[in-house]
C-alpha cells in the first residue's frame, strides 16, 4: 500500500489549508486512515482519523474545532482540512492507514506516507 499526500505549504496564522492522501489499493471498510504530524524535535503525535466504513471520526484536543477529517471512498483519499493554523502546528503531517483503529489513533500505524511540510508563519 503506498500514500502519497499533497496540499502542505506556508500559510500565515489564522489560514487554512487542506491536506489529501491517495491511497493506491483499496481501502477495505474495516480500514482506518489517519494524519499524524511530527514538528522539530518532538515525537510523532495523532491528529485526525477516521473509520473507512462507518465514516466515525476522531481528532487530538489539540485539532478538535480547527481540523475535519473526511474521505472519498470513490477516490480511495482521505482529507484533513486545516483551519485557524496555528504556528504551533508546524510540522510535517504524515497519512497513516491500518486495520487496527488504535494503532492510527496512537501513531503506529502499518503503512505511512513520506509526509507533507506544513509551515505556519505568526
Known amino acids: 500500500v503506498q500514500l502519497v499526500e499533497s496540499g502542505g505549504g506556508l500559510v500565515q496564522a489564522g489560514g487554512s489549508l487542506r491536506l489529501s492522501c491517495a491511497a493506491s489499493q483499496r481501502t477495505f471498510s474495516s480500514a482506518t486512515m489517519g494524519w499524524s504530524r511530527q514538528a522539530p524535535g518532538k515525537e510523532r503525535e495523532f491528529v485526525a482519523a477516521i473509520r473507512w466504513g462507518v465514516g466515525n471520526t476522531y481528532y487530538s484536543p489539540s485539532a478538535?474545532?480547527?481540523?475535519?477529517?473526511?474521505?472519498?471512498?470513490?477516490?480511495?483519499?482521505?482529507?484533513?482540512?486545516?483551519?485557524?493554523?496555528?504556528?504551533?502546528?508546524?510540522?510535517?503531517?504524515?497519512?497513516?492507514?491500518?486495520?487496527?483503529?488504535?494503532?492510527?489513533?496512537?501513531?503506529?500505524?502499518?503503512?505511512?506516507?513520506?509526509?507533507?511540510q506544513v509551515t505556519v508563519s505568526s
Open 64 to 116: 478538535k474545532g480547527r481540523f475535519t477529517i473526511s474521505r472519498d471512498t470513490a477516490k480511495n483519499t482521505v482529507y484533513l482540512q486545516m483551519n485557524s493554523l496555528k504556528p504551533d502546528d508546524t510540522a510535517i503531517y504524515y497519512c497513516t492507514k491500518d486495520s487496527d483503529w488504535s494503532k492510527v489513533m496512537t501513531s503506529k500505524a502499518t503503512y505511512w506516507g513520506p509526509g507533507t
